[in-house]
């Protein structure tokens, strides 16, 4: 199918994309990579007057790797595959983003899409919950940042006002003990469930654990009870058995074309096992 019609902007600056954004208000939107928003614009179920392309704001770009961790919010998913300081600081991002879609759909698909959609398939804003990011806001009215635990609020429904702008994302440098498992029918598809963990160890015991599943509610669910079942534990069965129940109890699946609830149910359980199992095995 073909778009509506709209206008085309390409500002350099972001103080211009705001401007843009505060003059035609529901009317514009920004478009990052394109692999969302675009297909949602051909199917008729976006319509909008002017489309900002935000691919010359300078200050989008960029990943900084020190103990923290700053990502613009235009870094494409490629790029996450591929920054060497990123694959050492942080490698869960490049396990993950190996899992998305396709190399064609990863050229273009940025980090700041992929969490600002509030898609609950995508895979980056359960990672996101799971690394503890904060999200940095820029609109008419100055910056402000938001923790990815508080920014998604139902399907497609974010704590971002309609006329900011996700600038970057940022978070601390994460342990080694790290894990993205994730079930998809096929390669290309979204998640049927995946699970994002995050291990330290300390005498050889569980010191700290962050756990976040994707498209098993209709947000992202970062399961505190999850994670601390497994602190204190040398994560042996009992443990985390306890694990997977209290992420069982946190979840809210629905039956679609991906499966009936139980069905995801058990694959969300399985993922779990299996994240926790190589998480734990690289601490
Ligand atoms: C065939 C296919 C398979 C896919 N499979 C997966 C998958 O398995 N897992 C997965 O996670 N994703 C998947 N995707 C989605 C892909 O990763 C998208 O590219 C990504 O979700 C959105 O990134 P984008 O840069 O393309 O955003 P766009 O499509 O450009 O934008 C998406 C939305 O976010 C808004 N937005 C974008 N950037 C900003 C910003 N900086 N500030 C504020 N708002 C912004 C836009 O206005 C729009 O509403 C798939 C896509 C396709 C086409």
Not at 72 to 95: D, N, S, V
Not at 206 to 230: C, E, F, K, Q, Y
Request: aromatic share 4%; hydrophobic share 45%; glycine share 8%.
């Amino acid at each position: 199918m073909i778009p509506a019609a709209f206008e085309y902007h390409r500002p350099s600056e972001l103080s211009a994309v705001i401007a843009l954004l505060s003059e035609h208000g529901d009317e514009a939107r920004v478009v990052a990579g394109g692999h969302s928003l675009i297909p949602m614009m051909k199917l008729r179920m976006a319509a909008l007057d002017h489309l900002i392309d935000l691919r010359d704001i300078a200050e989008l770009r960029g990943i900084e790797v020190g103990a923290t961790i700053r990502i613009g919010a235009m870094t494409t998913q490629h790029e996450l595959l591929t920054h060497a300081g990123l694959a050492e600081a942080a490698p869960i991002l490049a396990e993950a983003a190996r899992q998305i879609a396709d190399p064609q759909v990863r050229y273009l698909g940025t980090l700041g899409g992929n969490v600002a959609n509030g898609d609950p398939g995508n895979d980056m804003p359960g990672l996101m919950q799971c690394l503890d990011a904060r999200f940095t806001l820029t609109g008419p009215d100055g910056t402000r940042e938001v923790a990815a635990r508080d920014f998604y609020e139902a399907a497609y429904m974010t704590a971002r006002e309609d006329d900011e702008i996700l600038v970057a994302i940022t978070f601390p440098r994460p342990g080694a003990g790290h894990a993205y498992e994730k079930q998809k029918r096929k390669i290309g598809d979204y998640a049927t469930a995946a699970a994002a963990v995050q291990l330290e160890a300390a005498d050889s015991k569980v010191s700290a654990a962050s756990i976040a599943m994707t498209n098993l509610s209709d947000v992202p669910v970062w399961s505190a009870a999850a994670g601390a079942a497994l602190v204190g534990s040398a994560c042996g069965t009992p443990a985390v058995e306890a694990a997977v129940a209290a992420m069982l109890a946190d979840i809210d699946p629905v039956e679609d074309s991906r499966g009936p609830v139980e069905f995801k149910k058990h694959v969300a359980a399985t993922v779990l096992r299996r994240a926790i199992a190589r998480a734990w095995s690289r601490v």
